[in-house]
C-alpha cells in the first residue's frame, strides 16, 4: 500500500476541490467555503491538541467547524519495515484480516455500518506505519470509535477466513506489482540498493513465497506485540469538541489493555549498495527509465538538519520547471522527464532518489552521463541562493492546501507522531524549511550525493543494446 507522508498528504490536498464536486449518495459536508488565509509567522498550522490515555494511548486532535464532519485515524507504529525475516508483508496481510470482525462487531459490519451512514473508511500499510481510517458526519464520530476500540481490543482474525485472504493479497500483488514492469523493477532496484531482507529492501506487500508462508499465529503474535496502546495514536480531525472527544476516548479506547511492546529498532543502512548497479529488459516496456538512489539521513536517524536541507535539495534539484535537471536534461532535449525525490518523515534511514526518462533516440549513456554530469556540478559549485529560496518558498506554500479540508491533517499529524517526531515538526515544517540556509543544502548535497551508498538502475526495452 502506498505510504503517506506530509508530502503525498500536500499532493492529495490538491484534489480535494476537486472530489467534493463530486455527488455522493448521503452528502457529508456543507457547501464549499473560501480557504483559510495563510497561518502567520509562528502560528502552528492546525493546533491541534495532544494527551495520553492511562493505557498508554496518545490522543491527537485538531478541530474545525467548517464542515459537519470529522476524520478519525488510528495509527500503529507497525508497518512493513517491522515485518519479521522470512515473513515479509505481515503487517499488510494482517492490516485485511483485521477486517474480519472483532468481539461486538461481525465480519464486515465495520464497513457496512460506515457505509450506510454515508461515510468512507479503509486502511493503509506503508514501510512505518498501519492506520486505519473513516470519514463520518460529525454526529457519528461515536460509532466509528467504538467499531475502531473494539477491533483494536480483540480482533477475530478467523482461521478459515485467512486462505481466501492470503489469495487477495496474492492477487493484489499481481495486480499492484507482477504484472507491471515499472512495478517490478521499481520493487527489484529498491532490493538492488539495500539487500532483498534488509528491511528498507523488502516490499511493503511482502515477496510472494513469503505472504505464502504467514501464518495465523504469526498475524497473533506481531498483533499482539505491535497492536498496544503504547505503540498507537488516535487522531481526530474536524467538528467536534475538545472535551466530547476526550469523553469517547476515555469511555472507549481507555478500555483497551495496556500491554508492553518492543523497540522499534531499524538496522542501520548497509556499508554500500548491495548491488551498484542493476540493468533489465522487459519485452512490455517502450521507453528507458534511470533510476538514481543514495542511501540517506531522515528526520529520525542521521543529522535531522541536514534532512530539512535534503528536503530542498530535493526541490531544487528536480521539481518541475525551473529545476536542475530539467534545465540540463528536458530542455536541451535529452529527456521527456527528469525529478527528484526525497522524504524526510521515515523511520530509520531513508534514500535521495533521481529518475529520468530519455527521449527517443537518446542512448543511455548519454543521458545517465548528463544526469551525472548535473551532480558533479552542483557538489563542486553548490547552489545558488535564489534557487534556495525559490524551492522554500515552492514547498512551504502547500502549507495553505492542508488547511483546507480535513483530508491531510490527520495523515500528516499520526504519521508523523507514530514514528517518533514530536507536534511540532507537522506544526511548524513550513518554518523549518524556511530556516535552511544555503550552507546548509551544500553540506547535505556533498555529504549524500557525493558518497559510494548509491545505487543506478535501467529498465529498457527489450531490443535497447
Known sequence: MPSVTRRSAIAAATILP??????LAR????PAVLPPPDPPAGKPLFGAKSWTLANGLRVVFAESRRVPVVSHYLFYGAGGGEDPAGRSGLAHFLEHMMFKGSRNVAPGAFSLAVAREGGQ????????????HQTVEASRLPLVMRMEADRFADPLLPAEMLEPERAVVLEERRLRTDSNPRARFWEAFEAALWGPQHWRGRPIIGWQDEIRAITRDDMMEFYQRRYAPANAVLVVTGDVREDALRRLADDLYGRVPARPTPPRDRAPPPAAAVEPRLIRQDPAVREATF???????????????QAWALEVLAHLLGSGQGSRLHKALVETGLATSASASYDSEALGATSFGISAT???GVAPERLEAAVEAEVARLLRD????????RSASQLTAGALLTLDGIGAAPRMLGGALAIGLPLEVVEFWPRHLRAVTLDQVT???RAVLGEARTARGWLLPESAS
Open 443 to 445: 553540506v547535505a548535497a
Open 27 to 30: 452528502p457529508l459536508a456543507a
Open 358 to 360: 530519455p527521449r527517443p
Open 382 to 389: 553548490g547552489p545558488e541562493e535564489a534557487e534556495r529560496a
Open 291 to 305: 533510476l538514481r538512489a543514495t542511501m540517506a539521513p531522515s528526520l529520525t536517524y542521521g543529522d535531522a538538519q
Open 121 to 132: 473508511d479503509n486502511a493503509f500499510t506503508s514501510r512505518d506505519v498501519t492506520a486505519y
Open 18 to 23: 476537486v472530489a467534493a464536486a463530486i455527488p
